[in-house]
């Protein structure tokens, strides 16, 4: 579904060999091993301070492990410079997070144009797609207090999917809405996950969690546990599998 190349046969999108991320005495994330096939729908799971977040900022580029290998599309990013990291951001990962960190004076339009100025240019076309792609065609032009709960978040998640990312990464997505809006979301991850996107779900919520294919849970730092709920899809767009 994105202009990236395909990655080799059986190779997964995302590796982590031996991670760890280490805050003085304290291991957010103790040697994590984890290897996630391309167009795998992952939830991660775990109780607050398990590493959860520590684990999705380093695969979205937004930190760096103190040590151990990180593969994000056939590429080591561990190792990788700010710049670096930037760039892989941007061409291959769509991040939603729990809070939506939208600008408050923005229209919808207008923030979902913000992300494409990071990513490429500017097209009002193109965002105005985004938000129609995530049903909110007819409020690209509220500003986020004129928007409820769950179309904020809609509005994050056609952000997100602005550079057309093989990899998505959700941190808590349906945290802060009601079971509709939930719902809604929900909705949105199957279809992209039918296109062949990879998705990383972390979520508190069972039933949320019980929508991926394979279910990973982090206590301390740590891999404890890791379920497969369906066998992983095979790739659509001619990926491994
Ligand atoms: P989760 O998302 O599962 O709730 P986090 O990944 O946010 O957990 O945090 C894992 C652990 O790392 C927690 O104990 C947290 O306090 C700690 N931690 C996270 N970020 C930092 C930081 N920048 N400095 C120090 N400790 C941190
Ligand atoms: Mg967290």
Not at 31 to 53: C, D, F, M, Q, Y
Not at 198 to 210: E, P, Q
Request: charged share 20%; glycine share 10%; hydrophobic share 40%.
């Amino acid at each position: 579904m994105s202009q990236s190349p395909a990655p080799a046969a059986d190779q997964p999108i995302l590796e982590f060999v031996e991670v760890s991320k280490v805050y003085g005495q304290l291991h957010a994330l103790d040697r994590v091993s984890l290897a996630v096939p391309e167009g795998e729908w992952l939830s991660i799971v775990g109780p607050s301070g398990s590493g959860k977040t520590t684990l999705v900022n380093i695969v979205g580029c937004l930190d760096r492990p103190t040590s151990g290998q990180v593969r994000l599309g056939g590429r080591d990013i561990a190792g990788l410079n700010p710049t670096g990291l930037t760039e892989i951001r941007r061409t291959m990962v769509g991040l939603i997070f729990q809070k939506f960190h939208l600008i408050g004076h923005l229209t919808a339009l207008e923030n979902v144009m913000v992300a494409q100025y990071y990513h490429s240019m500017p097209d009002q076309a193109e965002a105005l797609a985004a938000l129609d792609r995530v049903g909110l065609a007819q409020r690209a032009n509220h500003l986020p207090s004129q928007l409820s709960g769950g179309e904020q978040q809609r509005v994050c998640i056609a952000r997100a999917l602005i550079n057309d990312p093989r990899l998505i990464l959700a941190d808590e997505p349906t945290g802060n809405l009601d079971a509709a809006n939930e719902a809604i979301v929900l909705e949105l991850f199957h279809q992209l996950h039918a296109e062949g996107a990879t998705l990383i779900v972390v979520t508190h919520d069972s039933t949320v969690a019980g929508q991926g294919d394979r279910e990973v849970t982090l206590e301390h730092g740590r891999l404890v546990r890791d379920i497969a709920h369906r066998d992983a899809p095979a790739a659509s767009d001619g990926g491994n599998r």
